[in-house]
Nanobody, 122 residues
Framework: QVQLVESGGGLVQAGGSLRLSCAAS????????MGWFRQAPGKEREFVAR????????LYADSVKGRFTISRDNAKNTVYLQMNSLKPEDTAVYYC???????????????WGQGTQVTVSS
């Protein structure tokens, strides 16, 4: 079992920045690929970014490429999502997730956090 707890969400104006954190406990954090997903009201959960076990492989959704940065600190059992140049369309609940398989599909992630709300005002 892996327990994930997100933090760092909030209300920010368009163009602003937020840094989300996801703290993991339980089984070995470094053995899992980690992903960030988001879900806006009335929409399906969508992939945002994912990072490999060592951090050597990273992938972003086109909608956030160049604005968001995913990183991880295995010594601290934490994965981060730095979000810059935020837009109103980034408003959503953001979730971190852990998977044994490096991928972008939400259905392939075994463990999920409870989510943190990000609201970007125009």
């Amino acid at each position: 079992q892996v327990q994930l707890v997100e933090s760092g969400g909030g209300l920010v104006q368009a163009g602003g920045s937020l840094r989300l954190s996801c703290a993991a406990s339980g089984r070995t954090f470094s053995s899992y690929a980690m992903g960030w997903f988001r879900q806006a009201p009335g929409k399906e959960r969508e992939f945002v970014a994912r990072i490999s076990w060592s951090g050597g492989s990273i992938l972003y959704a086109d909608s956030v490429k160049g604005r968001f940065t995913i990183s991880r600190d295995n010594a601290k059992n934490t994965v981060y999502l730095q979000m810059n140049s935020l837009k109103p369309e980034d408003t959503a609940v953001y979730y971190c997730a852990a998977s044994n398989i490096l991928n972008t599909r939400a259905t392939m992630y075994e463990y999920w956090g409870q989510g943190t709300q990000v609201t970007v005002s125009s």
